[in-house]
C-alpha cells in the first residue's frame, strides 16, 4: 500500500517534470515569436517612412 502511494507520488512527479519542461519550451518559443513580431513592426515602420519607388525615380529623372 505505502509502495504504491509511493510509485504513483514519483510518477506524479515525473509527469509533472515532464509538463515544465514542455511549458517551458512553449514559453521560449512565443518570447522568440514576440520578438520577431516586434522586430518586423520596427522595420515596417522604417520602411513606411521611405519615400515610394515612383517618386523616388522621379526625383532621379529630375536630377540627370
Do not use: C, F, W
Amino acid at each position: 500500500m505505502i509502495g504504491q502511494i509511493s510509485h504513483d507520488i514519483e510518477e506524479g512527479i515525473v509527469s509533472d517534470q515532464k509538463d515544465i519542461e514542455a511549458t517551458k519550451k512553449e514559453l521560449q518559443e512565443a518570447r522568440q515569436i514576440r520578438r520577431n513580431k516586434m522586430e518586423y513592426g520596427a522595420l515596417a515602420a522604417i520602411i513606411q517612412a521611405q519615400p515610394d519607388r515612383k517618386s523616388t525615380q522621379e526625383k532621379l529623372s529630375l536630377l540627370r
